[in-house]
């Protein structure tokens, strides 16, 4: 198995991989179950929009900011207090449900605290992985990790469905919860050689967070990447694709309930065949481990995945909406997959947490952007012709900077 992928050779990886595969299970739970319950709740596509935007809209405020972090605190430390939370955040939720006091207010100040916490949390995760495992096994790491993100969208929603179906949707809120116990011990146990930044007293280290040293600090990370060809053209394609194609995973709902009309156990269905084409493009990245043209399986991915998405959206058959999501899944990965390990290889370490905190906001931040806007425009149109409009956005916009920088096709 560690000539296969070289990255579980490295203890602390393996302890932090575990970990995710639990604690992720939980999260696919609480998205389906939350998705669900938004929808049951207010009967609107729009609401599901705004749910999805406020969640993500502390992406876009305050990920900077998580990337300065990260790059001058303990990530390890940092990611430890960032599960705390979430375990105590995803509690709130099942107690709220389970008393069946929830309201769409209380879904809304969650979903944007949870939002702000991941501002900190994902640049830190992003950068620890070369911590980890150094640069010859980062590529492996990183396609590890996004199959264990988009392995457990597998078992998540189908275990969430069934549970929704026979038992309570607050159970997927309280196994949520449970499952952060698994990571926070992972993180715990994870023993790595201080970093330089982490040496200087605690107090130095908040200086640097506010006033003008907190300028200088973003600055300098902005600076790289729009003097750098290479990251910003990847960090725009990342963010052409989650403005205008990501945020159909938010409409899932109304395709389950109302296009396709199989209910919860067709949703976890619909979700499970999107995490399982992920989940077998980052087994199959994870296999090649480093490999050449990486630029050019980036366009081609970037390419099927609109592509996909077009016919998803139209589709009226369960089978052939389930089949365009396996692709929808593949491509989506091996894109942003391929986009990570290019930007890291490429940066240098004492701005890898700015720059992944950057790839960040365009990866997840777009999405909150995107989802108000597909959301609005399916409130007015339908869910179906907002949809296919992101995909036909995404695609033009993918082929227009490609065309305009055929160099990546040659990274």
């Not at 309570?168 to 919860?177: E, G, K, L, P, T």
């Not at 339908?382 to 949809?387: D, E, F, K």
Request: proline share 3%; with cysteine.
């Amino acid at each position: 198995m560690f000539r296969l992928f070289p990255a579980l050779g490295y203890r602390n990886f393996r302890l932090f991989w575990s970990g995710q595969i639990v604690s992720l299970t939980g999260s696919w739970m609480h998205s389906m179950a939350l998705g669900w319950l938004v929808f049951n709740l207010t009967n609107s596509p729009f609401y599901l929009g705004l749910v999805g935007t406020v969640g993500s809209l502390p992406i876009l405020l305050f990920s900077l900011l998580g990337g300065v972090a990260a790059d001058r605190f303990s990530r390890r430390e940092l990611l430890l207090v960032t599960q705390i939370l979430f375990l105590l955040l995803a509690l709130a939720f099942a107690v709220l449900v389970s008393m069946d006091i929830v309201e769409e207010w209380h879904i809304v100040a969650l979903a944007f605290i949870i939002g702000t916490i991941n501002a900190f949390d994902i640049p830190a995760r992003q950068s620890f992985i070369l911590e980890m495992v150094g640069k010859e096994s980062l590529l492996n790491a990183i396609a590890l990790n996004s199959a264990a993100f988009n392995g457990t969208r597998i078992i998540g929603p189908a275990l969430a469905g069934f549970l929704i179906r026979y038992m309570d949707i607050a159970a997927c809120f309280y196994i949520n919860a449970l499952s952060y116990v698994a990571v926070i011990f992972s993180f715990m146990k994870i023993r790595l050689n201080a970093r330089p930044e982490t040496d200087a007293s605690r107090l130095s280290l908040f200086k640097e967070l506010h006033g003008k040293q907190l300028i200088s600090n973003l600055t300098e990370g902005i600076k790289y990447i729009f003097t750098e060809p290479r990251v910003h053209t990847l960090i725009i394609l990342v963010a052409i694709t989650s403005l205008f194609g990501f945020p159909y995973i938010t409409f899932l709902p109304v395709y389950a309930k109302e296009i396709l009309k199989t209910g919860a156990g067709g949703l976890g269905v619909l979700m499970g065949a999107s995490g399982a084409g992920a989940f077998i493009g980052s087994i199959g990245l994870a296999l090649k481990e480093d490999f050449n043209k990486k630029g050019l399986l980036f366009a081609v991915s970037g390419t099927a995945f609109p592509l996909a998405l077009l016919v998803f959206a139209y589709s009226t058959s369960p089978w052939l909406s389930a089949l365009m999501l396996f692709f929808v899944g593949w491509s989506a990965v091996s894109q942003i997959a391929t986009a990570n390990s290019m930007i890291q290889i490429t940066v240098p370490d004492n701005l890898r947490g700015r720059i992944m905190s950057a790839f960040t906001l365009m990866f997840i931040g777009m999405t909150t952007i995107g989802n108000f806007i597909v959301g609005s425009i399916a409130h007015y149109v339908g869910t179906q012709n907002a949809v296919a409009s992101g995909a036909v956005l995404c695609l033009g916009g993918v082929m227009l900077l490609l065309w305009r920088r055929p160099a990546i096709l040659k990274s």
